[in-house]
């Protein structure tokens, strides 16, 4: 029975094996030795190591009565002993050993294998799953979510703070400047990861040699069976609303491509052009001094309204995006858009002038179908015609054409107005660039552009039967030839370059306006011969970044309008000089200096009366002088991600010396702006504070931001004598987002401004407006809500009642996320226009536009 | 007699400079997350005695041996520049591991005990570079680890975290792909290794260091805070539940849903 007891003890319990290893010599015991059973096959079957008394305790592997236990450590010879089990001494085991130093060394020993190639990668990657909520419907929506990136309304994409110039697909510029059409229309769902790279350089030759502060994402496709996917989005609603949409992406070895059509009339405009307010079209971005000037088409107004409340549409935009590896040193791009539009605006505008002479009440109302038509192609060619030679060929045709009838009124008399312009632009770049070695590069950039604008104004007044007919053709054609050094020297870099342009623009126009001592024709060029030399210096290290641009320019330039002329040689030297030093590493201060002459446009210089609506009549009094800008701006920045802090300062000033005054005239028929090149002195002061702060214990994040703004400018009405004005504005905008962990999150935005204007002559006026928009959302797995609520108060100070917008969005993905349903109520409560008031330092105006009346839209997504 | 003592000093004085033994080896680091379609791959290095050890991994580009190229497109051009290599120190005297933790891109020193790996040895065995190696496995916070060590070389270190095994580790690969690390090469006592110093380089550095336990609760703070945060257009903040090792573990998850 003992026995037996004493057998099953022998076979479950655990065995050890202790002891103490001592050195040899000195008798000491020693740490950390290995300890190592081995079998007969030099199986290691279990291990452990001394303590710090020198003293272990491993367990004896079962089923082994023999084995060896070796000593190892660095230092010492190893030791072997075997070692049988001697069951008396059961279950406890005790070896002691003693381990002799190493009288040397152990041997050499060099042993190399080939190396794999190793690949260094380091981007700011985002994994945008781990971003997603799944209410996102495009690319758009996803950039929006990453931590550093901000999007503007116009769709451009700011990264930490800095513009991001390209978005690639799969490190192929597709789209080039126009990315929105890819950014609003891609799917996210085929996005496998997003890179953002900063210091992008186009130019792969440049790449360590001139920085940039260009930004590109690079939205790197998800691999999948199929290379070719799309969606389709049919909306249909009340009344006789829809939304038409399709894309396709097409993704292979050689050749990549992607596709838009949309078709709808509830305000939405997927192109990057805009015919129905102000916003800056991106798409232009780059050839604003190539451009002649469009008199009739700029929208006269700018309104806090969004876009897409505002008049009525009939949108149908292509875009077809193409690039091509054609062989292995060229690839080709090729983009095509094409939108045609038909809008319908109505608004109406009384301005309350408070003259020294006279109050005058003026009252306008417009009724207005415009149809813009526009093509435009884009291409380039890029060789590399050795591993560090590039050729570069890109160009661009547009093509736009914009029609409008109108139904206006000016006071008491009622016109018919018809507007024909076309607007014809090619723009051919060649470039070419050689990386002397790898800290040096060379090119030879060159562009020729031409612009023409043809327009046509008819202005009838039915009872009269006096009509006004305008012909009005502005050309502008520039050719620009530079050759260019580029260097990179330790922390410092250097560009220097030599060219020359010539920018020649004509204005001939003619029409049959009466005005004495004005003349009705124009006959005016100008043309700048300008050779110039650009230097660059930029220094970057440690805490402190310092850049130094300057450009000399000496120009020919020969001015003419009808009988006169000027003509003279000018030097023009603009400089501009930035620094910034990092504090610590997550705050730093900056300065900006830079001035900036240029010769007077061609737009201002035309002595003939060219009228551009129903009473606005424009001419210049011929005097030449370069316009001269002063800019000077301080900051200091705190941006703390980890602690969710961001703080921003800013103290900004400029000042024109010689600027445009306008002499104004208005009359109950006409206004006349007549301008001439005066030295004025203009100066703006602007201080602001822009600040984000993530509250743990509210769980939301909260963002002000103020401005104030002073201007100081000149102008002159009705040949009263020239007014000092002065412009102070305030700012203020609150935002609160919440951030819940359950379904339901709330964002709160307050803007605030108030202006006041003062004048010589005249009292103050004041007026403040007042807007808070509050956003719900619920979410759901699958569903999502999205409740909008804005209002809007244009003049406080009169107790006016204010406007008040509401919109809803019902959304509901499948669970395969093959289909996505969803509802849209706008404009939910039917507000019929809105009302804003403005107020300057000569008049008080009341200005209202018609609204997109309340829809109601249901639409289904299919993803091919 | 005398000569004799004196004798023995001599051989004493020698033999205690012939104590010391320095080890070199380069190892392939990859690493490859979960949601990831791509590897990152660089080159690092283990310099090693029988007190300390260091572990290099090269991101910066000094121990790369092939230059980046650009490519006709533009390439990658950097963009988070890494201007330091990442460091692992493990002092074999005091018995800690120092390593650099990142929550979402602040740095902490991390100053963990040395006694996280619980290796179980097994049967397997397999040659690596002419060396004999078995095969040993462990669970360490969150994944799956297989490596291979061998006796013939006496360190008792590794590449990244790992020590612990009764031999160098030559292979280390974690078994759902995420880190691989191989050896290339070895070098022992030859004239480069033993000029080599090894440095803590966290001695003098400004970070106080705290414990892995603190930095993990540092980590499940922050967790919270930034998916509470909105950015304007109602983007929020994550940063991920594990990188290699798991940081915010399930049991957390489960108290705080």
Redesign the interface.
């Known amino acids: 029975m003992v026995f037996f007891f004493f057998c099953i003890n022998y076979t479950h319990a655990q065995h050890n094996l202790s002891g103490t290893i001592t050195d040899a010599e000195t008798k000491e015991p020693v740490k950390f030795v290995s300890i190592i059973i081995k079998d007969n096959n030099n199986t290691i079957l279990s291990y452990t190591s001394t303590d710090i008394q020198g003293f272990y305790k491993i367990n004896i592997p079962e089923n082994h009565t023999e084995f060896f236990v070796t000593t190892s450590m660095l230092g010492y010879f190893p030791k072997t002993i075997t070692y049988k089990l001697d069951t008396k001494s059961a279950p406890k085991y005790t070896l002691n050993i003693a381990v002799s130093q190493r009288t040397s060394s152990l041997d050499e020993v060099l042993i190399e294998t080939k190396k794999p190639i190793l690949v260094k990668k380091d981007t700011t990657v985002y994994r945008p799953n781990q971003f997603k909520d799944g209410s996102e419907r495009h690319i758009e929506d996803l950039l929006s979510k990453l931590p550093g990136i901000t999007i503007a309304d116009n769709g451009s994409i700011r990264f930490k703070g800095k513009q991001v110039t390209r978005v690639l697909l799969d490190n192929d510029n597709l789209f080039d400047a126009n990315y929105t059409i890819g950014t609003r229309n891609i799917n996210p769902e085929i996005i496998e990861e997003i890179e953002a790279i900063e210091d992008y350089q186009k130019n792969p030759l440049l790449k360590g040699i001139e920085n940039t502060e260009d930004v590109a994402l690079n939205l790197i496709l998800k691999k999948g069976k199929t290379d070719v996917s799309g969606e389709v989005d049919v909306g249909l609603g009340i009344k006789d609303k829809y939304d038409l949409k399709s894309s396709m992406i097409s993704v292979s070895k050689k050749i990549k491509g992607f596709g838009l059509i949309n078709y709808n009339n509830i305000n939405q405009n997927q192109s990057p052009y805009n015919f129905s307010s102000n916003t800056f079209d991106l798409s232009k971005a780059n050839e604003l001094e190539l451009r002649a000037d469009n008199f009739l088409n700029s929208n006269n107004l700018n309104s806090i309204i969004p876009e897409n409340y505002i008049g009525e549409n009939k949108n149908l935009f292509g875009s077809i995006n193409a690039l091509s590896k054609i062989s292995e040193n060229t690839s080709i791009r090729i983009n095509y858009n094409h939108l045609s539009d038909r809008l319908i605006l109505q608004d109406f505008n009384k301005i309350d002038y408070n003259l020294s002479s006279n109050n005058l009440i003026i009252t306008n109302a417009s009724n207005q179908i415009k149809k813009p038509n526009v093509n435009v192609l884009d291409y380039e060619i890029i060789n590399s015609l050795k591993p560090n030679q590039l050729l570069n060929l890109k160009g661009k045709l547009d093509y736009t054409i914009v029609e409008s009838r109108l139904l206006t009124t000016n006071n008491n008399q009622v016109f018919n107005e018809v507007k024909k312009s076309e607007d014809f632009f090619l723009n051919q770049e060649l470039n070419f660039t050689n990386k002397i070695d790898k800290n040096k590069a060379f090119q030879v950039l060159s562009n020729f552009s031409s612009n023409n604008i043809p327009q046509n104004f008819n202005l009838t007044n039915p009872t009269d039967e006096n009509t006004i007919q305008q012909q009005i053709k502005f050309k502008k054609n520039t050719f620009n030839i530079q050759s260019k050094f580029l260097s990179k020297v330790k922390s410092s870099s250097y560009a220097a370059s030599l060219g020359f342009y010539n920018h020649k623009s004509t204005l001939e126009s003619s029409n049959n306006v009466f005005f004495t001592g004005y003349s009705n024709f124009n006959n005016t060029l100008k043309n700048d011969n300008s050779l110039y030399l650009d230097v660059n210096y930029e220094f970057s290290k440690n805490k402190w970044m310092f850049s130094l641009e300057n450009r000399l320019l000496f120009s020919y330039i020969k001015i003419t309008d009808n009988a006169s002329i000027y003509k003279d040689k000018t030097i023009i030297y603009n400089p501009s000089f930035k620094s910034r030093y990092l504090i610590n590493n997550v705050s730093s201060v900056y300065i900006n200096f830079n001035i900036n002459n240029q010769a007077p446009e061609i737009a201002k210089k035309h002595s003939g009366l060219i009228q551009t609506n129903n009473r606005y009549l424009q001419a210049n009094n011929f005097n030449y002088n370069l316009i001269k800008n002063e800019n000077l701006s301080l900051g200091y920045r705190i941006n703390d991600f980890y602690n969710l802090f961001q703080f921003n300062s800013y103290v900004n000033f400029s000042k024109r010396n010689f600027d445009y005054l306008n002499n104004m005239f208005i009359s109950e028929e006409n206004t006349i702006n007549i301008s001439s090149i005066q030295e004025l002195n203009n100066t703006s002061y602007r201080f602001g504070i822009d600040t984000e702060k993530y509250i743990h214990f509210f769980k939301s994040t909260f963002n002000l931001k103020t401005s104030y703004t002073i201007n100081n400018y000149k102008n002159s009405i009705n040949n009263e004598g020239l007014r000092d004005n002065i412009n102070k504005s305030l700012f203020l905008n609150l935002d609160v987002r919440t951030g819940f962990k359950e379904n339901l999150n709330f964002e709160n935005s307050i803007i605030f401004q108030n202006n006041t204007f003062a004048s010589s002559t005249n009292k103050k006026s004041t007026f403040t407006t007042f807007q808070n928009n509050f956003t719900t959302k619920y979410k759901q797995d699958n569903f999502w809500i999205h409740l909008d609520t804005k209002y809007f108060n244009p003049d406080v100070s009169t107790k006016s009642k204010g406007v008040f917008f509401a919109d809803i969005m019902f959304n509901y993905v499948q669970k395969n996320k093959k289909i996505e349903y969803s509802l849209r109520v706008s404009n939910l409560f039917n507000t019929k226009s809105y009302i804003e008031t403005n107020s300057s330092d000569l008049s008080t105006s009341t200005y209202s536009q018609k609204l997109l009346e309340r829809y109601i839209l249901i639409s289904a997504k299919f993803k091919l | 007699m005398r000569m004799l003592f004196i004798l023995i000093l001599i051989v004493n004085f020698s ?1 205690a400079h ?4 320095n080890l070199v080896a ?1 190892y ?1 680091y990859t690493i490859k ?1 979960e ?4 590897a ?4 690092s290095r283990l310099t090693a ?2 007190f300390e050890s260091h572990y290099e991994m090269d ?1 910066v ?1 000094n121990l ?3 230059e ?1 190229e ?13 201007k330091q290599n990442p460091i692992i120190y493990k002092d ?1 005297q005091s018995k800690y591991i120092y390593s650099i933790e990142r ?4 740095p902490f020193l991390v100053k963990d005990s040395m006694n996280i790996f619980n290796w179980k ?1 097994n ?1 397997n ?1 397999k040659e690596i ?2 060396y ?1 190696c ?1 095969q040993a496995t462990v669970h360490y916070r969150g994944r799956n680890y297989t490596a291979y060590f061998t ?1 013939e ?4 270190t590794g590449p990244w975290k790992f020590y ?4 160098l580790i030559l292979e280390a690969e974690s078994d759902d792909g995420v880190l691989k690390l191989n ?8 004239t480069t290794t033993t000029t080599t110093d090894i440095v803590n380089p966290y001695l003098d550095i400004k970070l106080q260091p705290i414990s892995w336990d603190e930095y993990i609760i540092e980590y499940e703070k ?1 967790h ?15 940063i ?1 539940k594990r990188i290699i090792e798991t940081l915010i573990s399930d049991k957390y998850l489960s108290e705080n ?1």
């Open positions: 033999n012939a104590q010391e033994n380069d392939t997350h949601i990831l379609p791509s990152t791959t660089v080159n005695n029988a991101f580009g790369n041996f092939i980046e650009a490519g006709v497109d533009g390439g990658s051009a950097l963009a988070v520049k890494v074999n929550i979402f891109l602040k040895i049967e065995k570079l002419g004999s078995q006796t070389i006496p360190f008792q612990g095994l009764p031999g050896i290339n090469k070895i070098a022992i006592n030859t922050k919270e805070e930034f998916k509470g945060f909105r950015d304007p257009n109602g983007g929020t903040i994550s991920p849903p």
